[in-house]
């Protein structure tokens, strides 16, 4: 009787335990929803301190929730142990930027007058990039969502399941995505299906990218691993754009 209340209780609490993940699972993506909208659809204000709010939020819910440093990827040895890789996914990236700019066909996706001044463009790559942008999103989605979703799915499941919704956060910024990008409009147009087939592009492109920092995140342990790929891919990508509107002027 004692081996089967034990067996009992451990279902139960089993159970509990798996709930207790789904209902955090689901209250990160209705905050990422929120947020999201807030960003994009109200004022400019909100669309700088709404996502890193958002971050803190879920930060503090996944420790209410039970979630601890280890879950998030962010005790002491995990970053040390994710260093290494940091570094390798900043030097792979920034290769595979570089070479494209050095290519001519491939520098018309880098023009667009967003970053025209190369100081705007240092800015962007060493202030409002990694604060508002890398390290929000990379707490919010490898952080604490896949953190919660790796207690309730499979590890497959649980990384694609934040991929896609990691490019399904990209719809809204993707709006008018062709129309801002001199590459693209040349290829696709200016029109509804440029827009369209933007929209689309970036989606894809994202969740493939939230598909390599999900498995950077398992493989090395640490979130310091996607945080730093996320951040040189979007970091490069406006030093490039930089560079590139001063090559072709």
Do not use: C
């Amino acid at each position: 009787m004692s081996d089967l209340g034990a067996r009992i209780s451990h279902a139960v609490h089993a159970f509990a335990e798996h709930r207790r993940g789904l209902a955090l699972v689901i209250a990160v993506v209705a905050t990422l929803i929120a947020a999201n909208l807030l960003a994009h659809f109200t004022s400019s204000l909100a669309a700088v301190i709404v996502v890193p709010i958002a971050a803190a939020l879920l930060l503090v819910g996944g420790a209410l929730a039970g979630l601890n440093w280890y879950d998030l990827g962010l005790t002491p040895r995990q970053l040390r142990v994710g260093a290494p890789w940091a570094a390798a996914a900043i030097a792979v990236v920034a290769v595979i930027v570089g070479v494209a700019v050095a290519i001519p066909w491939f520098r018309q996706f880098f023009v667009t007058d967003r970053y025209s001044s190369p100081s705007d463009a240092l800015f962007a790559a060493f202030v409002t990039i990694p604060l508002v942008t890398v390290l929000p999103e990379e707490i919010a989605f490898r952080g604490v969502l896949q953190g919660a979703a790796l207690k309730v799915f499979p590890r497959t499941i649980g990384i694609v399941f934040g991929a896609l919704l990691f490019g399904l956060w990209h719809i809204a910024s993707s709006l008018g995505l062709t129309g801002g990008n001199k590459g693209l409009s040349g290829i696709l147009g200016a029109g509804t299906f440029g827009q369209i087939a933007g929209i689309v592009g970036a989606v894809v492109s994202t969740t493939a990218a939230g598909l390599v920092f999900g498995w950077l995140r398992y493989r090395s342990s640490s979130l310091l691993a996607p945080i730093a790929a996320h951040w040189a891919l979007n970091a490069t990508g406006a030093l490039a754009a930089a560079a590139v509107f001063h090559l072709s002027n």
